[in-house]
């Protein structure tokens, strides 16, 4: 029999370390608990298990301002997983389909 896999694989993004992308960055490690920093020349790597989320109202909040979820794309560098939900409050980056919140069960 084959032993089965618990462990959920790691979804990453790499950002550009800029004074512009901080908030972005701050926002994501508060939504994400489970999340691995990493730094690089110019490059932060966020890893977390299984899925990370990028919450609009989160980023706002650190930056003060508001912020459209199509601005992400100026921070990436690259990613790793699939783009499993994009709209205007959240992006989910996850391996597998669109991966809903429990509180979205509500």
Do not use: C, Y
Not at 5 to 23: A, C, H, K, Y
């Amino acid at each position: 029999m084959a032993e089965q896999i618990t462990e959920r694989p790691l979804v990453s993004v790499d950002l550009q370390e800029t004074e512009e992308n901080r908030g972005l960055i701050n926002a994501i490690e508060a939504d994400n608990p489970d999340l691995v920093i990493n730094h690089f020349p110019g490059v932060i790597k966020l890893q977390a298990p299984g899925r990370l989320l990028i919450s609009r109202e989160s980023v706002e909040a650190q930056l003060g301002r508001t912020w459209e979820t199509h601005e992400f794309q100026m921070a990436i560098i690259t990613l790793s997983g699939n783009v499993s939900e994009w709209d205007e409050d959240r992006i989910v980056i996850s391996w597998g389909p669109r991966v809903d919140d429990e509180e979205d069960e509500d």
